[in-house]
């Protein structure tokens, strides 16, 4: 039996760490220009999938993404279903995707719509049948999603997910069995990174979240998680500076614009996240710099001491279910 | 990247692989003596448990297993159900267990009672909070319960487990809420295993299966899986018998009253088996071997070509409802 | 110290194999189609390059490939020359690149001119400060290359980099410093997958190549080397094929139409092979099956009894030196 | 060549290193408790064994341990013996045992008497044929001894193992071999935690040793160690935690009436130590904890500055048989 | 828990099996040159020792090795003994040697003579703190004593090992304490070879030994054991010819000459071998190759079914103690 | 994806990073009897090679090392050269040598006359057919050159090695083709190693260097590099340590009269440095801690935050072609 040392800071000092990257001055209007250049139709189409099972209604579903690209999800309501409900979006960790219709996460079986979107171009680990494609091409880059684009803001990957995700809330917010007044919105890893920035850039769209739970969270303080994750796709940045030498400065001031520390800050509805004090893909001293710099007062952080990426799992989940019932109640 | 070299042999010659181990001249004995001694009261006892889950009832089952011994087990019904329903048995893989009662198979989401059942002594890698003990003590052994009392057939540990399965189908074949005449039992790696004992076995208590799904089905010609397989907990009795030299017969001879192989030819439900070309941890030959010899006629299986122990997930699952509803309609 | 165990055939047996799988009847068609879809101006630019080296001169190369995407190249002239040169061509393993300008492979040097030619979408490891582009968008796949496009042949990414190989010959014969009777070809692993297309399909483009050296080829016998290869990217196929089960027949039926084994027996010029019996990257079976089929007579293999996929290295560039003087005399 | 990267302090910083966790307030109740529970008579049994070896005579002994369990050790005395000798009780590293009775420590070769004790419910790597089974059950935990029982002091397995190891020095002490006066206790990793427990609880039963001798020792400053410990047993710990979430206090409070530097405080007899600073199964911090409280004066601890777990090996068996031939002269 | 594909026959195929390589012509004329050439007096130097234990007397062996070069060895004989003793000679597995004096195997406990062996330039795992140094100079080589002068039968380093180890059976003969009609010969992997060497060299200067006890030995069969050995030090034979490519045959007609399968048919006297079925460093088919020819009808060899290099450990030592017994009586 | 933690200290405690290591008192003694007692004649014979290259001229050079032992080199001088020519004599990393005749680095591509030297006793990796052995026999070590001799300053490797070193920097400037007065040296890893040494030591035979350019020194700084190296040969020497306990300090003072660290500050030349940051083979620091006290003020250190052992490759090559030209214009 053996284990990785830890790298990270014991928690005394995670519950003081701060990330000391500053933003970028241009962070609000890059997002302000980018969300306003897609604030196209949402084209939102709904087609009945037969899963099989007789609990749950299942729904087809999709709309104009970054780009007008068309971005795939999964809407999942409760069969005897009456009246609008409050609407859970789900997005996903990195490689997956929504899966396959049949596969239940808890929230419509508690009663919730749930929305459960692709990222697009991803979907290679579990992604279903039919994955959503990402039509915008890249320079040659390391492998994976990470490097696709990273020469600028512009360009760069997250730019195109972070606004599905912003247009999947408008989205959820929209359907005829939803309540647009409770929206809530969650996912781990790289689905808890795209968690708080849909929550940080929601207010940029008018849209007022009631929840959200992002689970050990990716995609926060970069500078700090190439120093310390020892696994885990932040490494492809490594992997890409390794071989583009001289493109550092480049390659993190795109991150930057992305950084879930600086999201964080402009999210405004109240939020429970997650931490692994193991966690060797997204560090918690990660974590807890988003955490730390949250925007709203309403905040919880559930740490587990004992876990690596996987955080508290069912644990966590039926805490997740009693704290959000509370706060859609 | 990298893979370990296959060890198994290819797909036309797995069509034709028969295990050569003979049965045991006493296993029918063996066997029926044990669930004799075993033919207590099922004293089953549910408690409804709070999930927050709207769309399901849990109820928090124990019954009297093996010797005696209280085993747990979660009870899941639709919630708005009116008469009795077919009823799907879950065993789970090695180190498992029922889980967190939210946690929910699609089972019961389509419409089935569904009785998820601990493994003795097991839960250690994912088992809720109290999983079922073994009281039954053991001498020192390898770590796992894979050479528990593997000195003879008598103390083995998966005495134990099989019998308490057979009482978990008569459990279900019990409830108000179940149809008697329509059980059906599923479970994947070391619960694919237990399937397949639990169908072999349900015709010494008077049992009538109407369908059995082994996934990837662990414990099946044991020879050939000790000579093949390269991962998973077959390898702690390659570790045992590494330090207890002499004792290869010994343990053999018990190992062959618990072979998936000589179990399935006494089953008389129909089955949907799965296997991964790529397994490592239940090699291909050893699943083409239980299967080959099962004893009814309506049996199908499904082959995975490019996949190890995971076998087909969700596409599995997919497939699982739909042939299930077909047999049980 | 510790090595995986030998997968493949020992080299008795290696001297026999035959690749059992038959040609796609469109194969012809099918390249034909391509080729002449892809039948543009070459539009080939040249700039002069600073690299601090006096012995070469050399040019930076832009020239139009398949769909009309710019390729990059480098092309290397003895400083001194005097005349049109017999020249080289030169494709690159998987994931690299034509590197820096002042990076030298020894066919300048021994007074060829030699043109290095960037993959398209590749050079992640090794492809300088700015490799060339794919702007092809494929469908969400296993990162890398290997399952871009997958799902048909018109869509598969090495249609369009070996369409870019072809149109990489006729430029390099017809560069003023160089001799269009003299071209020849030259690669290692996935170049010399690309040397074995471009020797097999010259043909039907009027070019006569005079002499192709693959070394340790890559994509030769898809079907093996998925059941052999226990590293590199063939292992991507895999990776893929787990995910996205029931594809295997599509995903194989594309691969066909690329196979070096069908593309050799088209090859019409005399060729220098190497192998490494260790290979487990691209496995000696299924270079031995490409070789076996070579469409000429003047052929040799250098068999590395003691190598992985670094083959002959330095030992084989000698040999390839002199048995190309040999041919280009 | 590759090695992890050092994960505990330098050795300036390890001579300062002290333990913060404290006490827990029934540490004496709780021993005292338990050690009065068990003080049953020792009910020793000897039987001659042959070896084969003709300079020693052996015996096969039991005697009653924690709860009245037998178990069992070898005795060894040198062959030409006249009058009581002084004795030497060793324990056993993690997984082991006795071993078979012809395998020699130097002890007897140098004229004490030897008895070498088996922990119960291990032997699995290397005890002989009959390892000392262990009776009590334990709830279900992460494979192997670590977290057996750990749901309280009480039923932590190795509440029976120090007792046992108590009323091993007991038995020593009691044979007509040997002299009671000149009792010795030895052993490395866990048999070096039994040690240092052993020491420190023999005077609560008026036992007065004369020197022992713990070798890298297991079980010390427990929390430390589950923060710096990278391979070894304490990680079943940290699996255990891993799935069992929640119950964190619960094991800490456990494992905090068990800890090495508690009971080291309550030693009295001399003591030579060793530790390796490499060590990283039982990190040094955690070693220095437990020799920096020790209850005696005479004390020395041997660094062995380029060793992990193996420790001074031969070099310190050496040092320990002149150690020890002065404090028992 | 994982483990490597098993890479060497079935038990039933290794009864079978026969090494194909012919001897080398002159192999019997190379060993008693190289012998002849060897014949200087074995000046023996023994210098008692204080080891701190009083039931053996051990001495500091010097002798005159080939080339003259001093080689060193522990002997051990029992504290009371009278009379001349039979004498057990043991050499030793790769890296190591003779250890520290008071480091005991059971031979001198059982009453026998024992000389305890260095192989000259080894000892760099487990040798004490003066190995015996190898003054010869060997041209550039993999790290390690495999590929030492492989360029000829003359240079190689274990022409060298193989005389010292024949002159140390005729220093054991030559011992005042010793009985040289009695004399034995014992080593496992490296030891096992020299162990085999010895024996079969034994009869060219006139040594009857009375048994030999090869156990997992190492240096038989070489070209199997290039093609299926994955761990250990053949692999430096692998790594050599890597780098110096086309020095195949010359390296393996140089270990032609100390092939333990040639060796072992000149052997005369009664043996007792071991194989571990899944040994990776001496595969159990090399093992075979050696022992099915060995010279003499009183062979015996126990299979370790489940083991790998480590063999049967403790309880082969065991059955050797009591075969030798019955051999020596 | 998976990467060692890392273990070294952050850029801006690495700028102010100075070594603590006192310099031994008898450092420039030492060096000064050594090279005194090596300033036999240099005997340099040259022999022309046939490459196949048109472009260069390549000699195979031997002369006279320490102790007199011959030692090789290539001498590559352009084609079509006049008039002495500026020279970079260059060496070589850990386990490789000067390869084969026609492997080129850029230097004679650009005009520098190249002079590129064997590392006595090894080439095992990547040396060509004959590397250069090294005649003196050194006592029992750990397998590879790094403790070779480690006993003492005088028996150690690296003073052949040294030597060797700067007596081919004689060479170079001695030679018909060169100008005397612009000698450059140059080397990665072991060859910065020697780079640094060669350097420092050339003032006490007289020679003015015009430029040193060490890229990842290898032997800088031993005792920090044995706590943070965590691959490469740094670690043979922690497992010679692990063996042979108690020779530490033995170890360490002779390490000590070969530290680049202090080497370095007895440089009179301008000097490049490169050092990557996750060099996990020669950790940062040390590098850090050679470069700091560099004897001459022209003096630059490029660093690579990405990379490992490998440093700039290609990049740095680029840039140590324009340093050298203006240094060497």
Chains 1, 2, 3, 4, 5, 6 share one sequence.
Request: hydrophobic fraction near 35%.
């Amino acid at each position: 039996m053996s284990a990785m040392p830890r790298s990270d800071l014991p928690l005394q000092d995670l519950l003081e760490y701060r990330c000391s990257t500053p933003e970028p001055q241009d962070l609000d209007a890059f997002w302000e220009r980018t969300l306003a250049e897609n604030a196209h139709p949402l084209d939102v189409r709904l087609e009945p999938v037969e899963t099989g099972l007789t609990l749950v209604d299942t729904f087809d579903v999709t709309f104009s993404g970054y780009g007008g690209a068309p971005i795939r999800a999964w809407l999942h309501l409760p069969a005897g279903r009456s009246g609008p409900l409050p609407v859970v979006v789900q997005f996903h960790g990195y490689s997956g995707g929504r899966g396959l219709a049949h596969q239940m996460a808890p929230w419509p079986l508690a009663g919730y719509a749930h929305l459960t979107v692709d990222t697009r171009g991803q979907g290679w680990s579990n992604g279903g049948h039919e994955p959503t494609p990402d039509p915008e091409p890249s320079a040659p880059h390391h492998p994976g999603s990470m490097t696709q684009g990273i020469q600028s803001p512009d360009t760069y990957f997250y730019r195109r997910v972070y606004t599905d995700a912003v247009r999947a809330l408008q989205v959820a917010a929209s359907l005829e069995a939803t309540d647009a007044e409770r929206v809530a919105v969650v996912g781990g890893s790289q689905g808890g990174a795209i968690t708080i920035a849909a929550a940080g850039l929601a207010p940029k769209v008018g849209l007022r979240l009631r929840a959200a739970m992002p689970d050990v969270p990716f995609l926060c303080d970069f500078r700090r998680a190439l120093d310390v994750a020892t696994s885990g796709p932040y490494l492809e940045i490594e992997r890409y500076l390794h071989t583009f030498r001289g493109r550092e400065e480049e390659a993190l001031a795109t991150l930057d614009h992305f950084d879930g520390v600086h999201l964080a800050r402009r999210a405004e509805c109240p939020t429970l996240f997650s931490v692994g004090l193991l966690d060797t893909t997204c560090p918690p001293s990660t974590v807890f710099g988003a955490y730390a710099g949250w925007g709203a007062e309403d905040k919880q952080i559930k740490v587990y001491p004992f876990n690596n990426h996987e955080g508290g799992e069912g644990y966590h989940q039926r805490r997740q279910l009693s704290w959000l019932a509370e706060r859609l109640a």
